[in-house]
């Protein structure tokens, strides 16, 4: 229980793959002018996330070490994850084209989205990830949760400052400030709230 509640805030709050790593800004700060929006698009980069680390993690430790093949694990993974996107984006269009429509060029963009190559290179640093969550090995479970929970951490986010640069829209701020300023400003302030969370433990 202990290790999962490690993961949870790691990936969610303490490791967040935005606002701490910086990774994943693109979308960040372009689909979170409505939290429909970003909320659609942390779903598919949550389910991507995870995907990506249960099928990269197996090809990395089981076909690419054994055959002295890692220097082609960004090859691959870029690939994995280009296939992965490709899916989501045929089933978001099917199932719903009002979000597909929102999401834009984003959607494809997911594919360079450096979070999620940015997972799928974190979690086959076995032991630099072992020693983060506190577990004695890097295991497929545990690289398949922190790529759930690092998801979830980027959903968290991209939400946190929809809803932000919803309200700012009602505020009566200087005109030098509005649109883009005020969310780098709103964006600098979350960043450094989730900070505090690497002082946990």
């Known amino acids: 229980m202990g290790t999962f509640l490690m993961i949870i805030i790691m990936a969610v ?16 700060l372009g689909l979170s002018k409505s939290r429909a929006n970003a909320f659609g698009m942390g779903v598919a980069v949550t389910l991507i996330m995870t995907i990506t680390c249960l099928i990269t993690y197996p090809i990395y430790m089981y076909i690419l070490v054994p055959l002295k093949l890692e220097y082609l694990e960004i090859i691959v993974f870029i690939f994995v994850i280009a296939a992965l996107v490709q899916m989501i984006e045929n089933i978001i269009k099917r199932f719903s084209p009002a979000l597909y429509k929102g999401m834009g060029i984003y959607l494809p963009l997911i594919t360079t989205n450096c979070a999620v190559l940015g997972v799928a290179e974190l979690v086959i640093d076995s032991a630099a990830m072992a020693n983060l969550i506190g577990v004695p090995q890097m295991s497929l479970g545990y690289s398949v949760l922190y790529g759930f929970f690092g998801g979830v951490g980027f959903t968290v986010a991209i939400i946190l400052l929809s809803g932000l640069r919803e309200k700012t829209d009602y505020l009566d701020i200087p005109k030098s400030l509005k649109g883009f ?15 505090v969370f690497n002082f946990i433990g």
């Open 13 to 28: 709050f303490a490791n967040n793959f935005i606002l701490v790593q910086f990774l994943g800004i693109c979308p960040f």
């Open 181 to 195: 300023p005020i969310t780098m400003v709103a964006a600098c302030i979350m960043a450094m709230g989730f900070y």
